[in-house]
C-alpha cells in the first residue's frame, strides 16, 4: 500500500510548486530525432523562471503580477518569455484544481532524488539528450 501525500491548495504556495518542478525532473529536454536548440531554450527560460519564483516567494495572489514583471524585466525577447510565464501560471492553477498532479510531482522529485537523475520518464541521463 502506497501512501501519498497530497498537500491541501490553502497550504501550496507558489514557490512549492516551483521547487516540486525544478525537482521533478521537468526541465530536461525529451529525446528527439530533431534540433533540440528550441527545445533547451524554453526550458532554460522556465528554469529561470521557476528560480526567481523561488528566490521571490510571492504570496499565491501575488503570482501573476510577479510573473507580469519578471517578463518586464527579463528583457527581450518578450514573446517566449511571456508565454513559458504564462505556462507557469496555468501550471499553478492546475496544481491548486488538482492536488493529485502536486502529489505525481512530488513523487518524481523524491524519486530522482533517490535515484540521483534529473529525467521524467525514469530513463538515466545517458538515454537522453
Given at each position: 500500500?502506497?501512501?501519498?501525500?497530497?498537500?491541501?491548495?490553502?497550504i501550496l504556495r507558489?514557490?512549492d510548486?516551483a521547487?516540486?518542478?525544478l525537482?521533478?525532473?521537468d526541465?530536461r529536454?525529451r529525446?528527439?530525432?530533431?534540433d533540440?536548440q528550441?527545445d533547451?531554450a524554453?526550458?532554460?527560460?522556465?528554469?529561470?523562471i521557476?528560480e526567481?519564483v523561488?528566490?521571490i516567494?510571492?504570496?499565491?495572489?501575488?503570482?501573476e503580477a510577479?510573473?507580469?514583471k519578471m517578463v518586464?524585466?527579463?528583457?527581450?525577447?518578450?514573446?517566449?518569455?511571456?508565454?513559458?510565464?504564462?505556462?507557469?501560471?496555468d501550471?499553478?492553477q492546475?496544481?491548486?484544481s488538482?492536488?493529485e498532479?502536486?502529489?505525481?510531482?512530488l513523487s518524481?522529485?523524491?524519486?530522482n532524488?533517490i535515484?540521483?537523475?534529473?529525467?521524467p520518464?525514469?530513463g538515466?541521463?545517458e538515454n537522453r539528450?
Open positions: 500500500m502506497s501512501m501519498s501525500v497530497v498537500p491541501s491548495p490553502s507558489p514557490r510548486l521547487l516540486l518542478l525537482a521533478s525532473g526541465l529536454p529525446k528527439r530525432a530533431r533540440q528550441a533547451r524554453g526550458l532554460e527560460i522556465k528554469r529561470r521557476l526567481q523561488v528566490a516567494d510571492p504570496e499565491p495572489e501575488a503570482l510577479v510573473l507580469i518586464d524585466e527579463m528583457g527581450p525577447p518578450s514573446g517566449p518569455i511571456r508565454a513559458v510565464a504564462a505556462v507557469v501560471r501550471e499553478w492546475v496544481a491548486c488538482a492536488p498532479w502536486v502529489s505525481q510531482l518524481e522529485a523524491v524519486k532524488s535515484d540521483g537523475r534529473e529525467t520518464t525514469g538515466n541521463r539528450d
